[in-house]
């Protein structure tokens, strides 16, 4: 694939997917190139990802954040899409997200998962993003069910967010800051299967009270900033 082919990157945040990046990576739709972000794989992650084409970019910092910021700066596609690189999420559904960018109906598409089977998705997590997503609601007015890890906009967008979380709360800060900036966010349903391997976030309990916690932090940021400069009405899904 030439850069001049290139339409969208898709930013693969990566921790020992050795055994999804196979299928992930041949899920591509044409014109998306796939950069696979290692943040300290040690099951031979990055090599894979090089053999089956993906560019791979090296993230010492660990954390979810960290690793998306590394992987939308690499980028030089015009959008940029993100996703898990755990096989949970299907490549393949990318480009009903992607049309919405770019005939200019959404600024920000979020992916709203929808579990494919009873193990695709722990209630413990399950009831913490129902209940993170209806504090978003209260706090910006989006009218959003799931602060999904699949989700496409337009890169230099992304950037000028300014977003500084790099940890779990990005995906949260993101939605704050796009709200704050009266960003048209909108969300498509996609199925969501069991993961390959061992879950490092939501999967576990204590992933998931960590990223409770970091969401709390940028949950309390936007309020204070809202405090001191009030915005715009906000733009609903």
């Given amino acids: 694939m030439t850069e001049e082919s290139i339409a969208v990157d898709l930013v693969l945040p990566c921790l020992d997917e050795a055994g999804a990046l196979p299928w ?11 950069i696979v972000v290692d943040n300290g794989s040690t099951d031979g992650s990055a090599a894979i990802a090089a053999d089956l084409g993906a560019l791979v970019v090296t993230e010492e910092r660990r954390g979810f954040g960290a690793a998306v910021h590394a992987g939308i700066t690499a980028a030089t596609a015009p959008l940029v899409a993100v996703c898990d690189a755990d ?5 393949a559904d990318l480009p009903a997200l992607i049309r919405l960018v770019e005939d200019g109906t959404a600024d920000l598409v979020l992916g709203r998962r929808l579990p494919a089977s009873r193990g695709a998705w722990p ?10 997503a209806a504090r978003v609601h209260r706090a910006t007015g989006l009218r959003i069910h799931d602060l999904g890890p699949m989700r496409v ?10 977003l500084t979380d790099r940890r779990s709360g990005y995906p949260l800060e993101m939605l704050l800051a796009a ?3 009266g960003w048209r966010v909108r969300e498509i349903g996609v199925p969501y299967r069991p993961r390959v391997g061992r879950s490092k976030v939501t999967g576990t309990l204590r992933g998931t009270l960590t990223a409770i916690r970091d969401m709390r932090v940028a949950l309390a940021a936007h ?11 906000n733009q609903s899904a």
């Avoid at 992930?24 to 796939?34: I, K, T």
């Avoid at 096989?87 to 490549?91: E, F, R």
């Avoid at 209630?123 to 993170?132: G, I, Q, S, T, W």
């Avoid at 906009?153 to 300014?162: H, I, N, S």
């Fill in 87 to 91: 096989a949970s999420l299907d490549p």
């Fill in 223 to 233: 309020a204070g900033d809202q405090a001191q400069t009030p915005s715009a009405p």
């Fill in 123 to 132: 209630l413990h997590a399950r009831l913490a993003n129902r209940a993170l």
């Fill in 24 to 34: 992930v990576l041949g899920r591509l739709p044409g014109g998306v190139r796939a």
């Fill in 179 to 181: 709200a704050a900036r």
């Fill in 153 to 162: 906009a337009r890169r230099q967008d992304l950037l000028d967010l300014g």
